[in-house]
């Protein structure tokens, strides 16, 4: 089960990130997903498809037909969505929304990531293990107690962008700091919205698995983005031109 302390926020963001290509966002992740306009919009979005035309209307049948184009379509990318009805969507049923939610997240932004025939989750955290190696003071074993003390993802920044966090100033006895810097530069130069509450993953005992895998997700692909623009670019100064 999700726990709803962390996710809402963390998942909101996370839509948002993709919502505002489009212009829009949502508030409230319960409710703003009731009538399936915006649903449908950010899986067109996150997919570059196009959905079958929404229903406009406001009437309850309208907004659970608009909620199974979006269960319909995500069907179609070979997940099961088990126990996911729209009604429950519709209803507002929080608990629903976010076992939808983190559905998308895992097939859209979790399940192509692949490192050494490992994917999803065990590639994603092979990629931390093997960026984060060199670093004094990390070891990521997990996505919960690994990332508390902030340092994994100032080292994951550092690595990939070592002029804008000066790593040897960090301690491990400074974790609101850590997470605030590697919050706050994500933000503002790789485009990374605020996903996770400093103060939440510091005082629970073991912090919302969910949460940061999707906050992490967003590093693997602004980097591996960025590293792939960069090797594209670099063959075509070495590659004659086709005439």
Same mark, same amino acid.
């Given at each position: 089960?999700?726990?709803?302390?962390?996710?809402?926020?963390?998942?909101?963001?996370?839509?948002?990130? #993709?919502?505002?290509?489009? *212009?829009?966002?949502?508030? =409230?992740?319960?409710?703003?997903?009731?009538? *399936?306009?915006?649903?449908?919009?950010?899986?067109?979005?996150?997919? +570059? /498809?196009?959905?079958?035309?929404?229903?406009?209307? &406001? !009437?309850?049948? #309208?907004?659970? $037909?608009?909620?199974? &184009? $979006?269960?319909?379509?995500?069907?179609?990318? *070979?997940?099961?969505?088990?126990?996911?009805?729209?009604?429950?969507?519709?209803?507002? =049923?929080?608990? !629903?929304?976010?076992? !939808?939610?983190?559905?998308?997240?895992?097939?859209? %932004?979790?399940?192509?990531?692949?490192?050494?025939? !490992?994917?999803?989750?065990? +590639?994603?955290?092979?990629?931390?293990?093997? &960026?984060? %190696?060199? @670093?004094?003071?990390? =070891?990521?074993?997990?996505?919960?107690?690994?990332?508390?003390? +902030?340092? $994994?993802?100032? $080292?994951?920044? #550092?690595? #990939?962008?070592?002029?804008?966090?000066?790593?040897?100033?960090?301690? &491990?006895?400074?974790?609101?700091?850590?997470?605030?810097?590697?919050?706050?530069?994500? /933000?503002?130069?790789?485009?990374?919205?605020?996903?996770?509450?400093?103060?939440?993953?510091?005082?629970?005992?073991?912090?919302?698995?969910?949460?940061?895998m999707t906050y992490v997700s967003c590093y693997y692909h602004a980097f591996q983005g960025a590293q792939?623009?960069? @090797?594209?670019?670099?063959?075509?100064?070495?590659?004659?031109?086709?005439?």
């Open positions: 089960m999700l726990r709803s302390h962390v996710s809402p926020n963390t998942f909101t963001a996370w839509c948002n990130s #993709h919502l505002r290509k489009a *212009g829009t966002s949502i508030e =409230n992740i319960e409710d703003d997903f009731r009538n *399936g306009l915006k649903l449908m919009l950010l899986l067109e979005v996150i997919s +570059g /498809e196009t959905l079958p035309k929404p229903d406009r209307g &406001k !009437m309850r049948f #309208h907004k659970i $037909a608009n909620v199974n &184009k $979006a269960l319909d379509f995500i069907a179609s990318k *070979g997940v099961k969505l088990v126990s996911i009805g729209a009604e429950e969507i519709v209803d507002g =049923n929080l608990k !629903m929304t976010l076992g !939808m939610i983190w559905t998308i997240i895992l097939r859209f %932004a979790i399940q192509d990531i692949s490192v050494e025939e !490992m994917t999803a989750k065990e +590639g994603l955290l092979l990629w931390c293990q093997r &960026k984060t %190696a060199p @670093y004094k003071n990390v =070891n990521v074993q997990n996505f919960h107690l690994s990332f508390k003390d +902030g340092l $994994a993802f100032c $080292a994951l920044i #550092h690595r #990939h962008r070592p002029d804008l966090i000066d790593y040897s100033k960090l301690s &491990k006895d400074n974790p609101l700091e850590n997470l605030n810097t590697a919050f706050d530069v994500a /933000e503002k130069y790789l485009d990374i919205p605020r996903m996770l509450d400093p103060d939440d993953l510091i005082n629970t005992p073991k912090p919302d698995e969910r949460a940061i792939q623009v960069g @090797y594209e670019s670099s063959l075509r100064l070495i590659l004659p031109a086709k005439k």
